[in-house]
């Protein structure tokens, strides 16, 4: 058989605990077996995990459709969350909206802060945490470092003291594009859904999905 990882010729080497036989490559000394019986292990498991996560499916949804273990879901999950890198932005003078969404983490009141262009319709940056001036000073400075043209908010106090006078608007009507997205938000990701059964059990969690959500273009599946 050929490897797959590198392609290049196996030859046998001895029987897998179950059995089956096994195989060992010479070019990169990687031991495996033609067939696995384990659903996990098919090739494309990893592109559907992160196709059906954003398209409103629960870990339990996820593990009863592809017949894995909950806990296969989870680790991938969060290993394909470490790959992704909040994007580098080099822009200037642009339009933003910030604003927060509420969530429960293990029933606990939580809220998702973030940022988003007006134009490119981009997320910038996202904090998960109490709604106080620290988390959603994590993003207001990373949108700050842009040397936006406005930044509009809602009528949220905190705001006030965080963000220039002289950039900052606080007017009606004038975060559409941001609530509109808080919608999008809790219709593909069930753990945010508010009438549902799903929800999330702790923080690592709901931020690696959120970063598959808002940033998994940078995925490269084989």
């Not at 400075?141 to 842009?146: E, P």
């Not at 219709?187 to 508010?194: C, E, G, I, M, T």
Request: with cysteine; charged share 25%.
């Amino acid at each position: 058989m050929k490897c797959n990882c590198c392609k290049s010729l196996c030859i046998k080497n001895g029987f897998q605990s179950n059995g089956k036989q096994r195989y060992y490559c010479k070019s990169c000394n990687k031991h495996q077996q033609e067939n696995y019986r384990y659903k996990a292990y098919l090739p494309k498991t990893n592109l559907l995990i992160y196709k059906l996560v954003i398209n409103s499916s629960g870990m339990s949804d996820i593990a009863r459709v592809l017949e894995i273990s909950k806990n296969t879901v989870k680790s991938r999950l969060l290993k394909l969350s470490l790959v992704i890198r909040k994007p580098i932005i080099y822009e200037s003078l642009q339009v933003y909206e910030i604003d927060e969404m509420f969530t429960r983490i293990n029933g606990k009141r939580k809220w998702v802060v973030y940022a988003i262009n007006r134009k490119t319709r981009q997320i910038i940056d996202f904090a998960v945490g109490s709604r106080s001036n620290e988390t959603i000073l994590e993003v207001v400075n990373t949108v700050l470092l842009l040397n936006p043209k406005k930044i509009y908010t809602d009528r949220f106090s905190s705001y006030k003291s965080l963000i220039p006078k002289s950039i900052h608007r606080m007017v009606r009507f004038q975060t559409n594009l941001i609530e509109r997205f808080n919608l999008n938000l809790r219709n593909h990701l069930k753990r945010l859904s508010r009438k549902t059964l799903c929800y999330t059990k702790n923080r690592e969690i709901l931020e690696a999905t959120l970063k598959l959500y808002f940033w998994g273009n940078q995925l490269k599946f084989k």
